[in-house]
T-cell receptor, first 113, second 113 residues
């Protein structure tokens, strides 16, 4: 029940295309859903996050869509660029867990030019 | 503003030895958490410290321990190393005590032979 399931494991997208990564969870106590981006040799960095009181959040080319009833959330990267090539992790947390995050297994995105 | 600093960046140990990893959080951040990253299991939460107190602990054996000092710097220790402990150990700091942005260091890469 503590898992966050992420798909696909890897993704290849043409430059200018839309990248979509999906995550699903079981624990309805989760109330914070961030996405992290990690480049090789670096630690993960927060990309965008959402709380369950909204269904969508957009920051630049990155959008989180959140479906509370389906217990799913997704990351959309519009106009994907080669510089977006990285590993993306979805995560979830709940208030009693403090700052502890439960991460999905990650999606390796390659944007071809 | 300096980021999260982890030392050492790379280390090689043999089975049965112990290792201590160090983390200096961003100035002003009082919460420090540790994660283990492996290709198979992804990012897994180890523990979180706030004001020198362990607030949360992940599902790891007692060989994994940590502490936090009064200046918020943190150390984690792994005793009786096993081959499966080979991983990237990431430290993250945050300003608050509830779920929010985590700032990760670049990690300490541990290889156990």
């Amino acid at each position: 029940q503590q898992q966050v399931k992420q798909s696909p494991q890897s993704l290849i997208v043409q430059k200018g295309g839309i990248s979509i990564i999906n995550c699903a969870y079981e624990n309805t106590a989760f109330d914070y859903f961030p996405w992290y981006q990690q480049f090789p040799g670096k630690g993960p960095a927060l990309l965008i996050a959402i709380r369950p009181d909204v269904s969508e959040k957009k920051e630049g080319r990155f959008t989180i869509s959140f479906n509370k009833s389906a217990k799913q959330f997704s990351l959309h990267i519009m106009d994907s660029q080669p510089g977006d090539s990285a590993t993306y992790f979805c995560a979830a947390s709940y208030r009693q867990a403090g700052t502890a995050l439960i991460f999905g297994k990650g999606t390796t995105l390659s944007v071809s030019s | 503003k300096a980021g999260v600093t982890q030392t050492p960046r790379y280390l090689i140990k043999t089975r049965g030895q112990q290792v201590t990893l160090s983390c200096s959080p961003i100035s002003g951040h009082r919460s420090v958490s540790w994660y283990q990253q492996t290709p198979g299991q992804g990012l897994q939460f180890l523990f979180e410290y706030f004001s020198e107190t362990q607030r949360n602990k992940g599902n790891f054996p007692g060989r994994f321990s940590g502490r936090q000092f009064s200046n918020s710097r943190s150390e984690m220790n792994v005793s009786t190393l096993e081959l499966g402990d080979s991983a990237l150990y990431l430290c993250a700091s945050s300003i608050g005590v509830i779920a929010g942005e985590l700032f990760f260091g670049e990690g300490s890469r541990l290889t156990v032979l």
